[in-house]
């Protein structure tokens, strides 16, 4: 399992990055649109929401709110700050009581909003920033490695549970471990960037750190809802790894905050 699941990673990432670099910012914005639509599929599937016809409306809804949030281009840093209230108040539903099924109007509307909000947070910093595809790299990079490190920290020391009604495998342990992973390569990786510029190279870190924080609340959500909806995985087209959601789970959230701070804080 653990073996398909590296070779399954090794493959996103080739690709991912490959797209990253190699297609034009309209171009990779379509390859984040289907990935979103997917997504909204299987969260379609997972939620069994308006019935069958929801393969159909959560998709197709979802392009037109990603559509009219690039049209309205001029609104990107408000779109960046709804998306970062919008996981403030997911993250504060974390602390609630687990429920069976929820209301369909109610999925949808998470679906339509989250997905394209993330989607046009990793646009935005491509299309509109001069080094927006190395700002993306370091985005996905810092996900993966929050997402690896609390997997093995966790593996290795975990003994106290995290979220125990939502995500019974994850450990506080292997949290820290995965924020303190994060936290030290960005301070290496910022004194690299800004040799001497220790208060740059601080601020960077301390954004990583953020971000990793969010990363784990999307993760969290994900698990949430389909513990909500008593499914094991979103879906099974990515070996080892389940569905589309549970590789974008942390990227949805951290998307928005990721965009927001290269902007404020780190431009």
């Given amino acids: 399992?653990?073996?398909?699941?590296?070779?399954?990673?090794?493959?996103?990432?080739?690709?991912l990055f490959t797209a990253l670099f190699v297609l034009p910012p309209?171009?990779?914005?379509?390859?984040?649109?289907?990935?979103?639509?997917?997504?909204?599929?299987?969260?379609?599937?997972?939620s069994k929401s308006v019935g069958a016809i929801g393969l159909y409306v959560f998709p197709a809804v979802m392009v037109v709110v990603a559509a009219v949030l690039e049209y309205y281009f001029e609104f990107n840093?408000?779109?960046?700050?709804?998306g970062v209230l919008i996981w403030l108040i997911l993250a504060a539903s974390l602390a609630g009581t687990v429920k069976d099924g929820e209301k369909s109007w109610i999925t949808l509307v998470k679906v339509v909003v989250v997905i394209p909000l993330a989607v046009f947070s990793v646009y935005d910093l491509l299309a509109k920033h001069p080094d927006g595809a190395y700002w993306l790299a370091t985005m996905f990079i810092?996900?993966?490695?929050?997402?690896?490190?609390?997997?093995?920290?966790?593996?290795?020391?975990?003994?106290?549970?995290?979220?125990?009604?939502?995500?019974p495998g994850k450990t506080r342990e292997g949290l820290f471990g995965g924020l303190l992973a994060v936290w030290g390569l960005a301070l290496a990786g910022g004194a690299v960037v800004w040799e001497g510029d220790y208060s740059k190279m601080l601020v960077f870190a301390g954004v990583c750190l953020l971000c990793a924080l969010f990363s784990v609340v999307g993760d969290l959500y994900i698990s949430l809802q389909k513990r909500i909806h008593h499914v094991k995985d979103s879906g099974s087209i990515l070996p080892g790894h389940g569905g589309i959601l549970d590789r974008i789970d942390s990227t949805l959230a951290v998307a928005p905050v990721y965009a927001l701070c290269v902007k404020l804080v780190l431009n």
Wanted: with cysteine.
């Fill in 26 to 46: 309209i171009g990779f914005f379509v390859v984040m649109l289907i990935i979103g639509i997917l997504g909204s599929i299987e969260w379609a599937k997972m």
């Fill in 77 to 82: 840093l408000l779109y960046n700050v709804a």
């Fill in 1 to 15: 399992m653990l073996k398909q699941r590296i070779i399954t990673g090794i493959v996103i990432v080739l690709a």
């Fill in 142 to 167: 810092l996900v993966g490695i929050a997402d690896c490190a609390a997997y093995f920290a966790g593996r290795r020391f975990g003994k106290t549970k995290l979220a125990a009604r939502i995500s």
